[in-house]
């Protein structure tokens, strides 16, 4: 069975503070995929990052940055210098490497960023 | 612009009322599914699709069926609304060929059940 943790229901931070977005997972499978997805106000669900479990190099793209560690089954999100156009829902979701690639989502966490 | 379409966005049903959540493709994915979101429960799969001629049950399919009409069509019925049903339908689309594709999502349908 694999099931992913979200442990912070809310962040709230100030414009320009960090933020880190926790997530721990659970998965009995030796290949699988691990992604990031932002849910702003509007409600659609935007794609950030794929990770496979072969791969643990952490990785930046821009503000965003993630954390990658197998040995303690996380995969954590970091947003720099936060920005109220950062304010959403985020999910953390999780997919086994082969058979029938169902997502398996966290209970997301809120982030509001105040002006 | 390619992707998939949800339709309805909104809709109000009474209690045991019945209706059909329609959702299309165009990105020729083999894969398709049906999540529901609720407040602090993240996405819960409903029914998934495979492939065309194939469907099974997700996490939550009680009070649901579905039917996936063709490759670009997966439909999600509810046959007798309860309460309990409120909430945001995401229909998903994925390239089933390998497993690091990520999901196509919908923009969502909003349904209140009242």
């Known amino acids: 069975a694999q099931k992913v943790t979200q442990a912070q229901t809310e962040i709230s931070v100030v414009e320009k503070e960090d933020v880190t977005l926790d997530c721990v997972y659970e998965t009995r499978d030796t290949t699988y995929y691990l992604f990031w997805y932002k849910q702003p106000p509007s409600g659609e669900l935007v794609f950030l990052i794929r990770?496979?479990?072969?791969?643990?190099q952490n990785e930046i793209s821009g503000r965003y940055s993630w954390n990658f560690q197998k040995s303690t089954s996380s995969f954590n999100f970091t947003i720099t210098a936060s920005q109220v156009v950062d304010s959403a829902v985020y999910f953390c979701?999780?997919?086994?490497?082969?058979?029938?690639?169902?997502?398996?989502f966290g209970a997301g966490t809120t982030v509001t960023v105040r002006a | 612009n390619a992707g998939v379409t949800q339709t309805p966005k909104f809709q109000v049903l009474k209690t045991g009322q019945s209706m059909t959540l329609q959702c299309a493709q165009d990105?020729?994915?083999?894969?398709m599914y049906w999540y529901r979101q609720d407040p602090g429960m993240g996405l819960r799969l409903i029914y998934y699709?495979?492939?065309?001629?194939?469907?099974d049950k997700g996490e939550v399919p009680n009070g649901y069926n579905v039917s996936r009409l063709n490759k670009r069509e997966f439909s999600l019925r509810l046959e007798s609304a309860a309460p309990s049903q409120t909430s945001v339908y995401f229909c998903a689309s994925s390239e089933s060929g390998h497993a690091a594709y990520g999901y196509t999502f919908g923009s969502g349908t909003r349904l209140t059940v009242v």
């Open positions: 699709s495979a492939s065309e001629g194939t469907t």
């Open positions: 979701a999780l997919r086994k490497g082969s058979g029938d690639y169902k997502l398996s």
């Open positions: 990770r496979n479990s072969f791969d643990e």
């Open positions: 990105m020729n994915h083999n894969s």
